[in-house]
């Protein structure tokens, strides 16, 4: 009877034991807050990492903030110029030299009203070396900045001949948008003469030059097709072109601006909403577009300036 007993206190010791051996075997748990918890650009943000855990003292923390910068400290700081997303990385160590390690990552925002980018032109003929050409049917020759008498001064004058597309373009990126916040674009077109044969396209934002694989919906003024659309890419390739009831005048410029945001995006002309519609594009990342103008005709009298041409943030 005592043997059993024996035996059996022996084995909760041991129970007991190691219990208590793995107790005191455990490590560390890194955990980190961020504060605020919207960062923008060129702020101060603050990462506590005062909620790490472990069985003995955490004795460091030592931090990659993903900028390429390293601190130390439970509590540090640190500031992102650009808008982006990093990858912040703790490790804690404790008085056994265990160690544990976490990531997370943090977007950094641009506030609304950033300006991205403007083009007026304003440097004349210069310009034009801001703004490639797609070789594809055009000839550099079908383009010139010229100036205007009087306002707006110096324009993007494109007068594409013999029913070939001259197109020019220049490379965008979006940051990250926060809730609530859109990636606007916005370009003034005047065309001239006539209309009856001619076709001009605002592409605000393309993944690739020569598809249109998964860009950004775009607007396209086609006298031959029916007047005004806005196409709706798909990532496929392929496009749905949705007619907008509008018509440019001639020699009188119309603003076209583009709003586009998590889900949605919309087209207004001259400040009018003209059309809106669903939008699967993720804004969550940084990306990089291609905002691409173009105008074509199949006789000489077919031309269009272009002028203005912003990208903002907006709420």
Known sequence: MSRRFVGLGFTILLIGLLSACTLISAGPEARFGASPVVVYAGETVTFDASASTGSSAIVSYTWDLGNGATSAGQVVTATYPSAGTYTVRLTVRDTDGKTDAIEERLTVYLRSGTVLFAEDFADGPKALGHWPLDPT?????????????GAPGYALYIHSGNARWHRRYTAVALPPLRVGQSAVFSCRVMTL????????????ARLDLDSIAGSL??????GTGGGSYVHEPSEY????????????????WHTYTFFYRAGAYELEI???SVYSGTLTADFSETGDW??????????????????????????
């Not at 049917?137 to 008498?149: P, S």
């Not at 003469?193 to 605000?204: A, E, G, I, K, V």
């Not at 390739?237 to 009188?252: E, K």
């Not at 291609?290 to 203005?308: M, N, Q, R």
């Open 237 to 252: 390739g392929s496009d749905i072109p949705r007619p907008v009831a509008f018509v440019p005048d001639v020699y009188r």
């Open 270 to 272: 001259d400040g009018i």
């Open 290 to 315: 291609v905002l691409l103008l173009g105008e074509e005709s199949v006789t000489e009298a077919c031309k269009a300036y272009f002028d203005d041409i912003r990208v903002s943030i907006e709420e």
């Open 217 to 222: 919906p775009y607007y396209v003024y086609t």
């Open 137 to 149: 049917w055009a000839t550099d020759g079908d383009a010139t900045v010229d100036q205007i008498a």
């Open 193 to 204: 003469q006539n209309q009856d044969l001619h076709t001009f396209l605002f592409s605000p």
